[in-house]
Every structure is written in C-alpha cells, then in structure tokens.
C-alpha cells in the first residue's frame, strides 16, 4: 500500500523539524538536563509541526539512549512508539472526543504509574474542541499531575481555549514555515523519491500551502501522481490555480477600465471548471503584493518572489494609487466573504465586484470615494488643470455667455459678472461647506439658496461662484447679502477678501455645454 509522503518524511528527531528552531531547542535542553514541564500547549496554524514534535517529545522523554535531546529512534521504547503499540502513551482527538466522559477517563488513569516507560504522556490534539465541563475536568489534574505524567495539548485556535487552561501549561507557539524552507525541503523529498520538481512548481507549492509543510509534501503527492515531471503548470492545473500571466492580465484590464476584458476573463474561468473561490484567494493575495510594494521600502523581504515576479508587480503596482488598491482590497474581501454563503451566485459576485473596481462610480463605499478624491488631490498637486469652463467657445467676446448678473445698487464697480473668456483653470474650494454653515448662523435664509452653488478658486486669482439658477445669483446680489457671504469666506479662509476678488457665474450657459445631473466627480475625474 502507498505511504502518504507527509507520513513517509515526517520528522523524527527535533533536528529534523524545520523552521521551529526557536521551539525545538528549548524542547532539546529541557530534555537534556531533565526539567520537563508537567504540560505543555503547543498552539499554531496547521501543518506547522505541533503534532509532529509532540510526537518527538513523547519519545525523546522516554528514550533509553537519547542523544542530545533527541530520541535515538532504535531503542525499544522508540520502536515501540513508532509502532503505535505502546499504551503509556495515549493520543487524543478532541475533535470527536470533547466530552467530560473521556477526560474522566484519563484522570482516572493517571494515577497508574506507565506499564513500560518512564512517563506516561497524553497527547490532546485540537484540544479547543472540548466542551465546557470536559475543561472543568481537566483542570485540577493538568495544574498537578502525577510525576510520571505529562500532558501535550495542540491546538489551531489558542483564543478558544480557558485562560485557567493556557496558565497551566508552558506555551509554544509554531510560526507558519517561511517559503524558502518550504521550497528546500520539497527539493529534498522529490530527489530522494525520485520526482523530477521544477524549482519554479516547488515555489508555487510553497505558496499554496501558506506556511504548512504538511499540505506543501501532501501537494508534491498529488502533483506528482501518474507522473515523474512536476511543472508549474502542472501545479495550478492540480489545484485549480490560475497562471500569474492570467492574473496580471486581469489586473491590467481593470486598471486601464476594461469591463469587457474582465468579463471575458471570468467567463472562461468558469468554463474551465477551475474553483472560483480558490482564484478570488490569489487575487486577494496579489492585491495585498502590490499593497506591500506601495507600502513598503523593503517590499522583497515580505514577498516571496523571484526577480522577474518582482519586477512584474512593480510595474503593475504602479497603475495604482495606494488608496485604489485598498479600495479594491476591501471590494475583494466582502465579496470572498460573500461566495462563502449558501445559495450565492459566484459568478455574478465575482463579475459585479471586478467590474465595481474597474468603474469607481459604481462603487460607493466610503473607502472608493476616499481613492478618487486621493486621485483628484495628485492631479491638483502636479498642476493639472481639473475643471476646464469652457464657455461658448465661438461666440464673441461681447455675447453674455449666461443671463446677465443684476448690477449691485451699493457699489459703484460691479464685482461679480459672468465670466467671457474662453476658458479657465479652476479648483473646487473644500472649505465652501463650512463657509456656509457659518453663514447660516448670521443668515439662514441666505444660506439656503447657496447650497445648491458650487465655489471654486480661480487660477489667476479670485474665486467663482457658479449658481445652478437665476434665482440664487440675484439673491446673493440683493442688498448686504454678498457683504454677508465676504465676511463668512474671511471668517473662514483667513484671507482679505474684495467684492472684486469674487464672481458670480450660472452653471449652465445658453448651449446647455453643462448638464445639471452631472456629478462634480464625474466631472473632476473626466479632465
């Protein structure tokens, strides 16, 4: 019968584990000089060796002849272990084990010295499945077992377990294995079996196992049946992966908008039968690359990629804006959530979400509107003109573009008329909100009529005020008003301000050019 390879070469000695050293040479001392814990809680995600060296440990503590902390592995407690026929040593699955009835069990064992060994050792795997009493059970006898007895609880979730049970026991905590050595020692495994790895599909193995060697050899299994020449395309077509040219493809179509590309690439997706969460898990991944990229001085020490991966990400990293990729980060997130449910339909979750990132209008959460409002800052920076007012581009200097302003009866000079060149540069004014709630505290019924007016800062100096109809322009012109609104814009800009440094314009010239629906995003975003 076929041996699992995840069997065959799991480790055993704590020399043989890889990327725990910070673990296995306390273990090893502890061994060594004989100051072993009465219970230890070995906690991590999965694949990372918690069953394995409590395994180790169990044998090393009961070795005849151990060997620097190791277990010789030839002695007859050692055979004996490895066979699985000795009874002082006794694994648990708490996973379908978790009642107070099996914990009873053991405490009424533990006051019978081993049969053959030196310590009786019980190994709870997943140990945060037991229930509620089955804990209560545990505790007095974890706090003071027998001499003889040592207890090893493993568990992938340490934030369900007591805080009584953590406080027993010496705790270690199993680091996912770093890529590299996950990439070695795939290396290592497929020479001695006699698979022909490339070094580019053990990459991509490493990758897909995130962190767990377990499933990284049980990957090299898989790939590697029926055949002796493991690709990386072999890889992604095992496990439903898409290429990264796939993926680079797609993040180029929704930075240069392309709704139809995207379409296109999901529809063959799905016809390729291919797992749709399992492709929306390495985009998130990939977003979180280029996040990393943006962020960081020292992208290549958290990315595990090679030089010609790296330069790829740069290149597409930069069709973003930082605040982009965390937009479209939480888009992808809410919908790997969303494909999650029962009764979802994937394919319209994924096409919706990817063509929401592809067109920010569609998307209108608090997170997409920070990023195009950051977008409209970068432009504004650079000096690129944001709003361009072209008003009846052919027409004669002396036609009125719009419904002529009513003069103002309290000045000699008229400040504000429309505007007759043919185009200006202008910038909206952030703080036109606040200037008119601060003019609704002196003037209410002033206020109210300018709410519907957008304020801008004209390039050349000055500001325009630009009203969507007649009615709100000869209000302001009516009386103090317009003195009214200067000292709010004083108040609130903390600039010396004129009647002729202000002018007062309709939004919508006789040509119709601006239509009122429009938004100011659209509008901003479209020059």
């Not at 009125?400 to 504000?416: D, F, N, T």
Request: aromatic share 6%; with cysteine.
């Amino acid at each position: 019968m076929h041996q699992a390879l995840y069997r065959k070469w799991r480790p055993g000695s704590f020399d043989d584990v890889i990327g725990q050293d910070h673990i296995t040479s306390v273990l090893k001392y502890e061994v060594t000089e004989n100051k072993l814990s009465h219970a230890y809680l070995f906690s991590g995600s999965r694949g990372t060796g918690k069953t394995t060296c409590a395994k180790i440990l169990a044998k090393a503590v009961n070795c005849e002849h151990p060997e620097n902390g190791n277990p010789c592995g030839h002695c007859a407690n050692c055979l004996s272990l490895e066979e699985g026929s000795s009874t002082d040593v006794v694994e648990m699955d708490a996973a379908s084990n978790n009642g107070i009835e099996n914990i009873r069990a053991i405490r009424d064992e533990v006051t019978y010295v081993p049969g053959m060994m030196k310590y009786r050792v019980y190994i709870i795997d997943e140990v945060h499945m037991l229930s509620t009493s089955a804990f209560n059970a545990l505790l007095k006898t974890l706090e003071e077992p027998p001499a003889h007895v040592i207890f090893i609880l493993a568990t992938t979730e340490l934030q369900k377990l007591p805080a009584t049970v953590i406080s027993r026991c010496q705790r270690f905590e199993f680091r996912r294995i770093s890529n590299t050595n996950i990439v070695d020692r795939l290396m290592s495994i497929a020479k001695a079996e006699g698979i022909d790895l490339d070094e580019r599909a053990a990459a991509q193995i490493a990758r897909l196992s995130q962190g767990g060697m377990r499933d990284a050899i049980s990957l090299l299994d898989l790939c590697s049946a029926g055949t002796h020449k493991v690709t990386v395309d072999l890889v992604n077509e095992t496990t439903g992966c898409s290429s990264r040219t796939d993926l680079l493809a797609l993040v180029e179509a929704v930075a240069r908008r392309d709704g139809e590309t995207v379409l296109a690439q999901v529809d063959t997706l799905v016809k390729s039968s291919k797992d749709l969460i399992v492709y929306w898990q390495e985009l998130i991944s990939f977003w979180r690359d280029m996040l990393v990229l943006q962020i960081s001085s020292n992208a290549a020490e958290y990315l595990d990629l090679t030089d010609v991966e790296f330069e790829e990400l740069k290149r597409v990293s930069g069709l973003f804006t930082r605040e982009q990729l965390l937009a479209h980060a939480a888009l992808l997130e809410d919908a790997y959530l969303n494909m999650q449910k029962a009764n979802v339909i994937k394919r319209l979750t994924a096409e919706i979400t990817l063509l929401k990132m592809t067109d920010p209008r569609l998307d209108t959460s608090v997170t997409s509107l920070m990023a195009r409002i950051s977008k409209i800052e970068e432009r504004l920076k650079g000096g690129t003109p944001v709003v361009s007012m072209e008003v009846q581009k052919e027409a004669p200097v002396s036609e009125p573009v719009s419904a002529p302003a009513k003069p103002l009866q309290r000045q000699k000079q008229e400040p504000a008329v429309q505007s007759a060149s043919a185009a200006k540069t202008i910038k909206p004014m952030r703080e036109w909100p606040e200037i008119l709630d601060t003019l609704s505290k002196s003037d209410i019924t002033l206020a109210s009529p300018l709410k519907g007016a957008q304020a801008f800062r004209k390039g050349e100096g000055g500001y325009l005020i630009r009203f969507r109809g007649a009615f709100g322009m000869d209000r302001l012109q009516a009386g103090d008003n317009l003195q009214k609104l200067l000292n709010a814009m004083r108040s609130v800009l903390s600039e010396t301000i004129t009647e002729q440094d202000v002018e007062l314009a309709l939004a919508e010239p006789k040509d119709n050019q601006y239509a009122e629906q429009q938004s100011l995003f659209s509008e901003l975003e479209n020059h």
